[in-house]
């Protein structure tokens, strides 16, 4: 099949392809692939667009509040690079296999300008199999009515990792209401002492077959302790439980948290690259 000169929204006609695609790499497609097994292609559902050049099992990309590369070649990358610089940018980071994001980037740069940030190296760990650590037992659901004991953490999380405050444009509305969620989806951990946060971490995405886990911190007062290792330990359990992979990206630099997920059992099956934008 000719592929089309520019990248076309994906339709509903297309669906069973998606899906295939995103079932072929499921640790590093776990983002888009559970908002597509949850609500299909639509747009307006998997609040985004899906983007192909002559058919998703040759080329596919999620265009949303993260620009997703999924697959395709150097043509197929040049497509999406010109449709996004052809329409309000819409995302506030470029993220996925490096060898995708990184081309990407460099053709978005020259219209969007400088990234507040890029982390061209950061490993997709994944583990499947028994755990080489034991786990916190007392990591557990965090419950609705402890929002405001977890809220806190996980603010501190946000600006250690990504280095700007989440609340800084809405008073932590949009935040609150993104952390609220994850709690009643029964998605966010922690080990809970004395009304303060021990350990947490949430399963940002959970697609058919995999939970990517996110947010990893521990409190700087039980930093030193273990609590890393056997806190992240009990939420890999948690998704491995039902029958998933448990995965998580770490940046290279992190030299800590890569020895933490190292003798937790994760090993390396790829390497993502997020590009941060103001």
């Known amino acids: 099949m000719l592929k089309l000169l520019g990248a076309k929204q994906v339709g509903s006609r297309d669906l069973e392809d998606v899906r295939r695609v995103l079932d072929a790499d499921p640790v590093a497609a776990c983002m888009i692939a559970a908002r597509v097994e949850e609500c299909g292609v639509d747009p307006r559902m998997i609040h985004g667009e899906l983007w192909s050049r002559g058919g998703p099992l040759s080329s596919l ?128 951990w922690a080990h809970i002492e004395d009304g303060q946060v021990v350990f947490k971490a949430e399963v940002g995405s959970m697609s058919a077959r995999c939970g990517q886990i996110q947010g990893v911190w521990v409190n700087p007062e039980f930093r030193g302790q273990g609590f890393g290792v056997t806190g992240t330990a009990a939420v890999a359990e948690s998704i491995m439980a039902t029958g998933r992979i448990a995965s998580l990206y770490v940046n290279s630099f992190n030299t800590i948290a890569r020895s933490t997920y190292s003798r937790v059992g994760f090993r390396q099956v790829a390497t993502f690259s997020t590009v941060l934008l103001d």
């Open 61 to 188: 990309c999620f265009a949303g509040a993260n620009l997703v590369p999924l697959r395709g070649d150097p043509d197929d990358i040049r497509a999406f690079a010109d449709r996004a610089c052809r329409i309000p940018r819409m995302c506030s980071s470029v993220v996925g296999r490096a060898e995708l994001a990184l081309p990407l980037w460099e053709m978005l740069e020259l219209d969007w300008g400088t990234a507040r940030e890029v982390r061209p190296e950061q490993p997709l760990l994944a583990v499947s199999e028994p755990l080489a650590c034991p786990s916190d037992p007392l990591v557990r659901q965090v419950r609705s009515d402890e929002l405001e004991i977890y809220l806190p953490a996980a603010i501190a999380m946000f600006i250690e990792e990504v280095g700007v405050d989440p609340r800084a444009n809405d008073g932590g509305r949009g935040y609150r209401h993104r952390v609220a969620s994850l709690i009643a989806a029964g998605r966010a």
